[in-house]
């Protein structure tokens, strides 16, 4: 089973609010990862947690912060977003860091 | 540095038509290479790899094969469907420690029936 789980599918958020992304998978994977992807771009890496820590960031603004709650579990919290943060947001992830990578469904974010 | 170039789309065949979408990298070493689909609304689905020279990657009668002497790694497909629309995205990932993907732009794949 190659699935990786996102909640919600959709979320609209003003530019005030506090919201959450959650992302989901039981395959055992030690690795996970948030990429952002605006329409007809391909994904930009965001976030890398390996084994339960942050082992990459690429530069992301401070309104966006990811946590590793435990193993299968991987949250990417939104806090005064601009417009321009609308996107799909997917998660994906791996074995290891060395192996290939398994993408969610994604969540349509939207900032107005 | 390392880089994806894949042909511009879109791509519009009829059912049955014989689909290749180009793809040519450019990297240091030797990179692990990948298709990946993903469809309309939805987020990507790793369709098939090859990890060194000469390997055939293959899934859902796609296939691609790993060329070194030309840095390619055409997606072929023999007869297409209508339910295989999607933008498909050719990627590489270096072979040593951190497998950070590198996508190319992607290509829109049309199927009319």
């Known amino acids: 089973d190659t699935e990786v789980t996102q909640t919600p599918k959709h979320l609209v958020m003003g530019m005030t609010n506090k919201k959450s992304l959650k992302c989901e998978q039981h395959?055992?994977?030690?690795?996970m990862y948030w990429y952002k992807q605006k329409a007809k771009k391909p994904p930009e890496l965001m976030f890398v947690?390996?084994?339960?820590?942050?082992?990459i960031n690429e530069s992301v603004p401070s309104r966006f912060s990811p946590e590793c709650p435990n193993s299968s579990l991987l949250n990417l919290h939104l806090h005064a977003l601009q417009p321009e943060d609308s996107a799909l947001y997917l998660c994906?992830?791996?074995?290891?860091?060395?192996?290939?990578?398994?993408f969610g469904p994604g969540t349509r974010l939207t900032v107005t | 540095g390392n880089s994806v170039t894949q042909m511009e789309g879109p791509v519009t065949l009829s059912e049955e038509a014989f689909l290749t979408i180009n793809c040519t990298y450019t990297?240091?070493?030797?990179?692990?290479l990948f298709w990946y689909v993903q469809y309309p609304g939805e987020g990507l689905q790793l369709l098939l790899k090859?990890?060194?020279?000469?390997d055939k990657g293959s899934n859902k009668g796609f296939e691609a094969t790993y060329r070194k002497e030309t840095t390619s790694f055409h997606l072929e497909k023999g007869s297409v469907q209508v339910s295989d629309s999607a933008v498909y995205f050719c990627?590489?990932?270096?072979?040593?420690?951190?497998?950070?993907?590198?996508f190319g732009t992607g290509t829109r794949l049309l199927v009319s029936p």
């Open positions: 994906a992830s791996s074995q290891d860091v060395e192996y290939e990578q398994y």
């Open positions: 395959m055992g994977h030690r690795a």
């Open positions: 947690y390996s084994y339960e820590k942050l082992s």
């Open positions: 990297a240091t070493g030797y990179p692990s």
């Open positions: 090859a990890t060194k020279a000469d």
């Open positions: 990627a590489l990932s270096p072979n040593t420690g951190f497998q950070k993907l590198v």
